[in-house]
């Protein structure tokens, strides 16, 4: 828990105590935290050492954990994206030989470099928090030799499963794009403001596992106490975990549509090699 996630929220209206024990329970994550003041979900339960996590979305794969996170780094607090875009430069270097094996060592390697990449792009900066798209701008392919592949996909969190712009539906359309393409994985970021998240897609049909590769802890969903790397065996089960850490809100009746809207909005970034 950061002055920075406190003073986030405060600044949305919500009293500083009511603002730690979200983010309390919530364990760092502000979205979860708003969320919680805003009385859409109740505060997730601590986990137990005999379940900790829900089945649904936890137990698909062995899912390998480091005990550093962004929030155990100077300066990590607002890295995900360099985070993230470290994380996929990495993987596509791996995955050219099809099949991919990651470990500890890999998201240590993550956080440390990503959070050095945050600090050397961001120090002309006055914004705290850089999406990719102005990351990439201000990288010029030094540190991250990436490039969008079909532009920017944005996207609304429903509970309907089949919404045209929702995740199921946009990660299936990169999915497909990626058939006939020589790389075996197509990196993509997922932006749910504040955060951002990598998840790593085989071309459709494959065998392989489906990655979602997370710097933040998720231990009230997903199980993890630092940052993690958690494989899939197929789409079906990927959507599983990223439901549960970026669930859809419903703002109730008096809330505009177009505010609900821009609130579940996200935005999808396929990513490929230079």
């Known amino acids: 828990m950061s002055s920075g996630d406190i003073s986030q929220l405060t600044a949305m209206g919500f009293d500083e105590p009511s603002s730690r024990q979200a983010l309390a329970s919530a364990n760092g994550n502000v979205e979860t935290a708003v969320n919680i003041l805003l009385g859409v979900i109740p505060a997730p339960a601590a986990p137990s050492s005999s379940s900790a996590a829900s089945p649904s979305a936890a137990d698909v794969g062995d899912m390998i954990v480091c005990p550093t996170s962004q929030y155990s780094v100077d300066n990590g607090r607002s890295a995900c994206t360099c985070i993230a875009l470290t994380a996929a430069t990495d993987f596509l270097k791996l ?151 970026f669930p859809p809100t419903e703002l109730g009746p008096d809330i505009p549509e177009m505010m609900a809207m821009m609130y579940n909005s996200f935005d999808m970034y396929p990513l490929q090699m230079n």
């Open 95 to 245: 995955s050219g030989g099809g099949s991919v094996a990651l470990n500890a060592e890999f998201l240590q390697n993550m956080i440390m470099n990503g959070v050095q990449n945050y600090q050397t792009l961001s120090s002309a900066s006055p914004v705290e928090h850089l999406s990719a798209e102005e990351v990439l701008q201000k990288d010029q392919g030094k540190c991250f030799p990436l490039s969008v592949r079909g532009g920017i996909r944005q996207g609304i969190l429903s509970s309907d499963s089949f919404h045209p712009m929702g995740m199921q539906a946009l990660l299936e359309g990169i999915q497909q794009e990626q058939q006939g393409q020589s790389n075996a994985y197509i990196a993509v970021l997922i932006t749910k403001t504040p955060e951002t998240v990598l998840v790593c897609l085989p071309v459709s049909g494959s065998n392989s596992a489906h990655w979602l590769i997370d710097s933040h802890p998720r231990a009230a969903h997903l199980g993890a106490d630092g940052s993690y790397a958690k494989p899939h065996p197929n789409l079906a089960s990927l959507l599983l975990s990223l439901q549960a850490i």
